[in-house]
């Protein structure tokens, strides 16, 4: 391998390399911009605090024995008719609940499609920056062959 190959393959590596390292900046922005902006803890998540003297109050002690039959609260068929406005308020919340969380997996899913689509066309829009940057390198890279080939047949 002559002097002058050397020194072209040298340049092209160089060039590799500096194409190479902007692709890796660009895919760690990308990344960065898709990571959440939320962070685990280090930590068990734990907080162990020590009170002194601040202890509660215990809870107040109420008339009625808990029951099998419901809460008892009021020892009639009212704890029956709470219990089951409970329930009926607790099934609708859960079911608006199930309705809001189906929506919003229906958005994320199509965004997630955009992302997808969007990332494809960058990648293929940034592989064809490339390309044309390399297409560019290998021209310059003839013409200074051509160049040192002319002033070698002129100086030998």
């Keep these: 391998m002559t002097d002058d190959e050397r020194r072209e393959l040298r340049d092209l590596m160089q060039a590799h390399d500096q194409m190479m390292t902007e692709h890796q900046e660009w895919m760690a922005a990308r990344e960065a911009a898709a990571t959440s902006p939320v962070q685990k803890s280090d930590g068990d998540g734990l907080v162990y605090r020590t009170m002194n003297g601040n202890a509660p109050a215990p809870a107040p002690q109420t008339g009625a024995e ?8 009021f020892g009639d068929e009212r704890d029956q008719i709470l219990a089951h406005a409970v329930g009926y308020a607790i099934a609708e919340l859960r079911a608006e609940f199930e309705r809001k969380t189906n929506k919003l997996r229906r958005e994320m899913t199509a965004l997630h499609r955009q992302v997808d689509a969007h990332t494809e066309s960058a990648i293929e829009i940034y592989c064809t920056n490339v390309e044309r940057r390399l297409s560019i390198l290998e021209g310059e890279n003839i013409r200074l062959k051509a160049m040192l080939d002319s002033r070698r047949r002129k100086n030998g």
């Design 66 to 73: 808990p029951s099998e039959e419901g809460l008892n609260l």
